[in-house]
């Protein structure tokens, strides 16, 4: 638990938003883009992102706690409620948003907002869509001129020879196309999502889930893989020796693990990074073409059945399908260029480390105190110790719960031996286990498989799993990727229908079960169980840890 005097910092709002207010929260797929607890300096450029996502005034759309950021449920809550919608039609709209299902008993808590708040809540939401819009048509130009804007920034970087010169350039560089990238990123997931949600529902009802998922994946070319496989797929072009570590650098170097946290380097930073991926591919081997080949041809036979059964429907579909898949290439190519934005970002906070002396500590100041210090208005006052102390003390954390209602302290829940790792509600008792041998979550990828279950908590533990085995993991990103091909099935206690882990089983053809919450918790390595990736179900058929 925080001592009194932590409780008493003022840089508590840092840390923990959800200490004096009752909101719903979710991790959304904030916990895939985001695994570990943030430096103070990843989160204020987070906050100062998505400033503009604002759906009520002065109320945050997203928040910290314990160093994790978290989607505020109470806000759309609010908004849809005031106009006469109800809770499902909020988890409707929010289906591609909301990584989890709600409880059906969770309560989810609204703020009090007069009319006059009401109709200025209505107002930002229309601007909120307005610039999602704007992004979208944005998002193909953004793409094209990211790389040659990051060569061009990351010389102008390293070349600022003073703190002013430096702060001149956030200012003209910087934050202009960092809010470019934002809004096309924002703008191209909303484009993407609702349709493709709209669209898998109507295929299932046609066709069922097995081929409705076969016909929304094939995303990837002949020649060019979904963005979100281009560094396995580059990683195994080396080692063929078809691609040079030079080439997959400049291509993929900006995607790895903690894309999102700027404390941390990126492989291209590594020298030994490519090395140690090309060993772990030559001990256990994988053909990725070869699955992606083969949905391929899945594909291709799942829509000449659809053609047959409706001939009629077929090519106003296969319109439809195109489509989605355009806008699912497109999502994926932006968040690629914008994780390469955040790269620049963290080159921005080295530099500023270098010019101000304090080196990688720079990471324990917030956006705004780097960019006073950079102007010579501030000073190092900020008590970098205590949050380098406070921030060690919440890595040594686990995951905290992906929906957390009220106020919540981690340092309690954690104590806790019977913390509930899927659901907290301070305002409920904890709910008796259930004992259930099913382990339920969201539809990700369809298919059956039964196996062995491995659970690994980070990527680089991940030299365990054996081919055939049920990857089973908090989250994944695309760090997670070359773990992918090995098993039989994957499921996550954080993702829903369009995150990494649902798109990159689909197109390799891997049955997936994603947001359950607590399956990390409940599975155990050495558990037999049976995926059911339509249903969204995992059937623990016996226990057997090792």
Partial sequence: MLSESDRATPQS??????LSVDYLWSTVN??????????????????????????????????????????????????????????QGLLRSMESTLYMRLPV????????????????????????????????RAA?????????????IRTATQSCDTASN??????????????????CTLGSVAHSSAYTFKLRRQLSDLVGPEDADILIANLSGEDVPLASLGPVAGLARIAQ???????????????????????????????TWVEEELDRIRRSPVNVEALMAERRRAFESAWAELESRRPRQAEGLGRRIAESARRARLRERVRSAYVRDRWAVR?????????????????FLT??????????????????????????????????????????????????????PDVFDAHAPRPAESGSPIVAGSPGSAGVAAGVVRVVDHPRAGDGLQHGEILVAPQTDIAWTPLFPRAAAVVTDIGAPLSHAAIVARELGIPAVVGCGNATAVLKTGDHVRVDGARGTVEILNTQSL
């Avoid at 193909?140 to 061009?152: D, I, L, N």
């Avoid at 501030?378 to 003390?393: F, K, V, W």
């Fill in 30 to 87: 904030f916990g895939e883009a985001v695994t570990e607890v943030m430096t103070p300096l990843t989160w204020s450029v987070i906050r100062f992102t998505l400033e503009d996502w604002t759906f009520l005034p002065d109320i945050p759309t997203v928040g910290n706690i314990g160093g994790r950021p978290y989607l505020n449920i109470s806000v759309f809550a609010t908004l849809f409620y005031a106009i006469g919608r109800g809770r």
């Fill in 347 to 363: 080159l921005f906070a080295l530099r500023a480390g270098e010019l101000t002396g304090l080196g990688d500590r720079i990471f």
């Fill in 241 to 271: 020796g078809s691609m040079s570590e030079a080439a997959y650098l400049e291509l993929y170097g900006h995607r790895g693990p903690h894309e999102f946290e700027l404390s941390v380097p990126r492989p291209a930073e590594d020298p």
């Fill in 166 to 183: 430096l702060y001149d350039l956030w200012y003209s560089e910087f934050r202009p196309h960092i809010k470019t990238g934002v809004w």
């Fill in 140 to 152: 193909p130009r953004y793409v094209a001129g990211s790389h040659a804007w990051f060569q061009g």
């Fill in 367 to 420: 956006l705004d105190e780097v960019l006073d210090l950079l102007s010579s208005h501030g000073t190092t006052e900020a008590p970098i110790a205590e949050r380098m102390r406070l921030y060690d003390r919440y890595r040594a954390l686990p995951p905290y719960p992906p929906i957390i209602r009220g106020p919540f302290d981690p340092f309690t829940w954690a104590a806790d031996p019977h913390r509930a």
């Fill in 13 to 18: 709002s840092l840390w923990n938003d959800s």
């Fill in 105 to 136: 008993d969770l309560t989810i808590p609204t703020i009090p907002i007069s009319p006059l708040e009401l109709v200025r809540g209505l107002l930002c939401a229309a601007r909120v869509q307005f610039k999602q819009h704007r992004g979208t």
